[in-house]
T-cell receptor, first 115, second 115 residues
Framework: GENVEQHPSTLSVQEGDSAVIKCTYSDSASNYFPWYKQELGKRPQLIIDIRSNVGEKKDQRIAVTLNKTAKHFSLHITETQPEDSAVYFCAASGDRGSTLGRLYFGRGTQLTVWP | DSGVTQTPKHLITATGQRVTLRCSPRSGDLSVYWYQQSLDQGLQFLIQYYNGEERAKGNILERFSAQQFPDLHSELNLSSLELGDSALYFC??????????????FGEGSRLTVL
């Protein structure tokens, strides 16, 4: 099956700085890469996703980039704010075999934004 | 509100006991997933059902079992409980139609404490 690795496990930044979280995946059948944000005690929620037919997607202060050749994708948060503090999970899924309809999650990154 | 309903929200029980967690997916979603999240751990995939049938199985213990009923709600049964089973159990649902992998919508989770 797919294996998703995520780095770093913890990340501390000053308010206003940028944060980058990186993930790699192993199965070339994966073609859907969402990012979920989980605030303390809450459920994970989708914040942005990208499909393999595009290399970059942006939504206000967050962006995701995908390099299919290298099998890695990254989350970029600019102008970070204290409310961005949360655990972020990357995931991968595909449309065939063991990747069909199933999201494989990374282990998460605890982002802390200091005011 | 994600539209995914999980009950109970909190459950405290003793070792050796058996509990059942219940999940109602979003209206129209055929796929239900169960995830386990222990303290400071990521989202461990347990099992997935699609339209009543088991689709994929992850790191689910033999003491655990699940099913999805004709009305699409799902139950996760945990038996012979051990202290290490204490965790937050999430149910999620998605639209899985053909090759499309939709957003996963998570419920609020069921927090299980085994004493």
């Amino acid at each position: 099956g797919e294996n998703v690795e995520q780095h770093p496990s913890t990340l501390s930044v000053q308010e206003g700085d940028s944060a980058v979280i990186k993930c790699t995946y192993s199965d070339s059948a994966s073609n859907y890469f969402p990012w979920y944000k989980q605030e303390l005690g809450k459920r994970p929620q989708l914040i942005i996703d990208i499909r393999s037919n595009v290399g970059e997607k942006k939504d206000q202060r967050i962006a995701v980039t995908l390099n299919k050749t290298a099998k890695h994708f990254s989350l970029h948060i600019t102008e970070t704010q204290p409310e961005d503090s949360a655990v972020y999970f990357c995931a991968a899924s595909g449309d065939r075999g063991s990747t069909l309809g199933r999201l494989y999650f990374g282990r998460g990154t605890q982002l802390t934004v200091w005011p | 509100d994600s539209g995914v309903t999980q009950t109970p929200k909190h459950l405290i029980t003793a070792t050796g006991q058996r509990v059942t967690l219940r999940c109602s997916p979003r209206s129209g979603d055929l796929s239900v997933y169960w995830y386990q999240q222990s303290l400071d751990q990521g989202l461990q995939f347990l099992i997935q059902y699609y339209n009543g049938e088991e689709r994929a199985k992850g790191n689910i213990l033999e003491r655990f079992s699940a099913q999805q009923f004709p009305d699409l709600h799902s139950e996760l049964n945990l038996s012979s409980l051990e202290l290490g089973d204490s965790a937050l159990y999430f149910c999620a649902s998605s639209v899985v139609a053909g090759t499309y992998t939709g957003e996963l919508f998570f419920g609020e989770g069921s927090r299980l404490t085994v004493l």
